[in-house]
């Protein structure tokens, strides 16, 4: 027929659905182990090659040997769960060893495997190790960006300015209460003005890590004043019932007159 390929003729009540079956699975990519009462009784190639041996090399191994030790918890409830009640269980992310003592970032997903009378657990593994490396190099360019974006800005002898500017997530306040108290530290600031005129969003979140930076930063005997508050963001202030317990003026200058800085 027109569109079709033959790729052969069989009967099949002669297939081996067994062997066909265990070589579709030792062809995968990824990595299975087969695992009863925590003893490996079977790993395809990919598995053995992810943790650096040979197929033999494993069998008959306890699994946790090749887990690392501060997820041995986790892989043990959801083993419990499986077996107990004969249910799949959430990608987990852990870290395996390898037969040479290296580790290698995994995702798990587990899921209940009869064979014969035994109940079994068939763990599918995917490496995630270069997905990790991208993930951790994303975040350490996102927080110098934030820095950049917010930096702290000496102005005057023991005077400095943070100039709040565009968007404020959660994420990105909580990289502000990482970073700016050791920041005004080592810069030895006395005064710290917070100028909100270039800000987009205002939330109680926000708000909440800015207060957490102010109590931080006047445990270190810093002073915080607020600067450019507009009236859309003081009107949200409002409605979402913030009250801002540090001095506030309308613009740095007036900051800068209130500390007794002249001209």
């Not at 290698?104 to 657990?121: D, G, H, I």
């Not at 502000?176 to 003005?193: K, R």
């Not at 909440?208 to 963001?233: A, Q």
Request: proline share 2%; net charge negative.
């Amino acid at each position: 027929m027109k569109g079709c390929v033959v790729i052969g003729r069989f009967n099949e009540g002669s297939l081996d659905h067994h062997d066909i079956f265990k070589q579709m699975v030792e062809r995968l990519t990824e990595s299975i182990i087969i695992h009863i009462d925590g003893e490996i009784v079977y790993i395809n190639q990919s598995g053995a090659e992810l943790l650096g041996g040979t197929t033999q090399d494993f069998i008959g191994k306890e699994l946790l040997s090749f887990i690392q030790e501060d997820y041995h918890q986790t892989v043990q409830d959801h083993i419990h769960q499986i077996v107990v009640n004969d249910a799949s269980v959430s990608t987990s992310e852990q870290v395996i060893k390898r037969k040479d003592g290296s580790t290698v970032e995994v995702e798990v997903n587990c899921n209940p495997l009869q064979m014969e009378n035994q109940r079994a657990v068939q763990s599918v593994i995917r490496d995630i190790t270069e997905r990790k490396k991208t993930e951790k190099s994303l975040d350490n360019a996102l927080k110098e960006i934030n820095a950049l974006a917010s930096p702290v800005v000496p102005i005057l002898n023991g005077i400095a300015v943070l100039p709040l500017i565009g968007s404020i997530e959660t994420e990105r306040a909580q990289q502000f209460l990482d970073h700016i108290p050791a920041t005004v530290a080592e810069q030895n600031i006395e005064w710290l003005i917070l100028d909100f005129s270039g800000i987009i969003n205002l939330d109680t979140y926000v708000a909440d890590y800015l207060f957490k930076i102010n109590e931080t930063i006047r445990l270190l005997g810093i002073e915080t004043i607020i600067t450019g508050m507009r009236p859309d963001l003081a009107q949200v202030a409002t409605q979402l019932g913030i009250k801002f317990s540090i001095k506030s003026f309308g613009s740095v200058r007036q900051a800068l007159n209130f500390i007794g800085v002249r001209g």
